[in-house]
């Protein structure tokens, strides 16, 4: 990850894990903000292994320059079967951030798994809860009834939003721009930290 000043604008180029248990709706997700389409006849594929999309963002106004902020996101779509957690260290190499995705009719069955990708993602890689987010994603045409709970321990210092594209699409692409721009603003304050120290040094 790493930030870009250009005369007339800002730019964060980062990459971004997609990651949950199968069929909780990250390729879904990963189209919807990558403005990608497939055509599956209705049919669930899993990914295999990976699929990477890559796309620019808008995150509004630089508050330190007042340029315009934007993003270049190399976006990871990883697959959730077991048999790929072979290609986890490939997967997190040089990741900013981690967006967790799990289907909240069933929570109590993804609970393991969703602390597993935690604590190899997120707190493995040394990253801060900042850096991720945690969606609990309705799927279309998902029965009715009410919702459950994010799941607790370690998780419950993330921060978890209820995400559904048929009812309120918007609220992704929100909480998408949410995670960017805290990760400009997290990795700009370590490159501050860091010139502070060098010039200290000198």
Partial sequence: MRICWQQAYSMLRTKILMVGPPESGKSMIANYLGDATESSGGEYNPTQGVRIMEFEWDLGEDPKT???????VELWDCGGRKEFESCWPAFSKDAGGVMMVYNPDKAQQHLTELEKWYTYFVA????????????AHRKPNAPAGSEEPPPAGQLSEVHCVFTDLEEEPEGIREEFTKLL???FCHHRDRQDQEEMRIVGNT
């Fill in 66 to 72: 007042g340029n315009p902020l934007r993003a270049d």
């Fill in 181 to 183: 721009f805290g990760l």
């Fill in 124 to 135: 493995g890689q040394k990253l801060d809860n900042s850096q991720c987010v945690l969606f």
